[in-house]
């Protein structure tokens, strides 16, 4: 099965644009997961799809948003960008046996605000 | 709420076991992960153990829980240059799909 996938891998913004990040589940994954990484804080969630619904979200203000499709891609927004979004931003899709979730990651998708 | 703690470096000679620790602090029933991140790339999911194991070994990695004192390690065996990579620790809720992640294990291997 292929892994997956994010595009682009490398994105360069100025403040105050938005961007939009896609992700590309492994094949027969319905859950979605985004992850911010950064030096300073570390991996922390973002917020889960799963069948097109948001399930769960973490801490970051409302300009960090999300949705799934129907083919269980996922798309992440970020609006009116500031300098501390920079980061490395990672997708996890995972199919869920008796409990447990076996996220699997993509390779990322490094955004630079400037 | 997950709290997942984590030392910062280590330094191994190839061909040596290392050891890599994790505190975490949530009680409920939990799965605790281990996760590889090599320069430039996503996490691997290396290994996973859930809260009501003692140990797991994988080939070369061995996951050793102590509940009582909510510490995880992993240890790898005969470790390799290609083992060289930081090392996260995560935790999530049994049948909740949000990982918290410690800050991460630098793995030094030296030839």
């Known amino acids: 099965k292929a892994g997956v996938t994010q595009t682009p891998r490398y994105l360069i913004k100025t403040r105050g644009q938005q961007v939009t990040l896609s992700c590309s589940p492994i094949?027969?994954?319905?859950?979605v997961s985004w992850y911010q990484q950064t030096p300073g804080q570390g991996l922390q969630f973002l917020f889960e799809?799963?069948?097109?619904?948001?399930?769960n979200k973490g801490n970051f203000p409302g300009r960090f948003s999300g949705r799934q499709f129907s083919n269980s891609r996922s798309e992440m927004n970020v609006s009116t960008l500031e300098l501390g979004d920079s980061a490395l931003y990672l997708c996890?899709?995972?199919?869920?046996?008796?409990?447990?979730?076996?996220?699997?990651f993509g390779p990322g998708t490094r955004l630079t605000v400037t | 709420g997950e709290d997942v703690e984590q030392s910062l470096f280590l330094s191994v000679r190839e061909g040596d076991s290392s050891v890599i620790n994790c505190t975490y602090t949530?009680?409920?029933?939990?799965?605790l992960y281990w996760y590889k991140q090599e320069p430039g790339a996503g996490l691997q999911l290396l290994t996973y153990?859930?809260?009501?194991?003692d140990m797991k070994q994988d080939q070369r990695l061995t996951v050793l829980l102590n509940k009582k004192d909510k510490h995880l390690s992993l240890r790898i065996a005969d470790t390799q240059t290609g083992d060289s990579a930081i090392y996260f620790c995560?935790?999530?809720?049994?049948?909740?799909?949000?990982?918290?992640f410690g800050k991460g294990n630098q793995v030094v291997v030296i030839p």
């Open positions: 995560a935790e999530s809720i049994y049948g909740n799909n949000r990982l918290a």
């Open positions: 153990i859930f809260s009501n194991m």
């Open positions: 094949s027969g994954h319905r859950s």
């Open positions: 949530d009680s409920s029933s939990t799965y």
């Open positions: 996890a899709s995972s199919s869920l046996d008796r409990g447990l979730y076996e996220q699997y």
């Open positions: 799809y799963f069948s097109e619904t948001q399930r």
